[in-house]
């Protein structure tokens, strides 16, 4: 069964820093690879959809990367906001037609 | 462009009722696809529906069960409620059947168990 782990659990920077989250897959046959953000109470955001022969997307200030290989991802967000603060998750998309998130890092930044 | 949408947001049952969550998908999109998230955790996947048809199901009992109209809105319902169900659960909708398109998430129906 594919597991998903995003480290680290929560993250606090201040305003203007870059930061990286690592998300970690354990089945390497994966369709796509997906980044959303959470805010409180609310529904996600789709920001990034990575496919399996990609190495990276780029939004804006977010680029993403996949090593399919040794199942890692990760979501780099430049420049960081306040705006920013939210939890971001990752999901992997399996040839079974099945997605699997992460459980998520809870990120503030401080103005 | 109206975006997806779910009702009712909050929902209290008790432990062994029946309860129907509804989803109106976005604008063009003909696939949904319903999650539970419990509190301080990632979503898990139901099901997926697509042409009226399940299209994929992750790992959930046949207590839970949906369906899809031909305008593409879909329902969720949740026989024998249990009080592990309390959930925020949530919709999405897609315009490809293989979660190879964005999803657009609803914000949610709350359901508290009791």
């Known amino acids: 069964k594919q597991e998903v782990t995003q480290i680290p659990a929560a993250l606090s920077v201040p305003e203007g820093e870059n930061l990286v989250l690592n998300c970690s897959f354990t089945?390497?046959?994966?369709?796509?690879l997906q980044w959303f953000r959470q805010d409180p109470g609310k529904g996600l955001t789709s920001l990034l959809l990575?496919?399996?022969?990609?190495r990276e997307q780029t939004s804006g200030r977010l680029n993403a990367s996949l090593d399919k290989s040794s199942g890692r991802s990760t979501l780099y967000i430049a420049a960081s906001q306040p705006g920013d603060s939210a939890t971001y998750l990752c999901?992997?998309?399996?040839?079974?037609?099945?997605?699997?998130f992460g459980t998520g890092t809870r990120l503030t930044v401080i103005p | 462009e109206t975006g997806v949408t779910q009702s009712p947001t909050h929902l209290i049952k008790t432990r062994g009722q029946q309860v129907t969550l509804r989803c109106s998908s976005q604008?063009?999109?003909?696939?949904v696809s319903w999650y539970q998230q419990a509190l301080g955790q990632g979503p898990q996947f139901i099901f997926q529906?697509?042409?009226?048809?399940?299209?994929g199901r992750g790992n959930f009992p046949p207590r839970f069960s949906g369906l899809q109209f031909p305008n593409y809105s879909s329902e969720l319902n949740v026989n024998a409620l249990e009080l592990d169900d309390s959930a925020l659960y949530l919709c999405?909708?897609?315009?490809?059947?293989?979660?190879?398109?964005?999803?657009?998430f609803g914000n949610g129906t709350r359901l508290t168990v009791t």
């Open positions: 604008s063009g999109h003909n696939t």
């Open positions: 529906y697509y042409r009226e048809e399940e299209n």
């Open positions: 990575i496919q399996s022969s990609q």
């Open positions: 089945d390497s046959a994966i369709y796509n």
């Open positions: 999405a909708s897609s315009s490809t059947n293989d979660f190879g398109s964005p999803l657009h």
């Open positions: 999901a992997v998309v399996t040839g079974a037609n099945n997605l699997f």
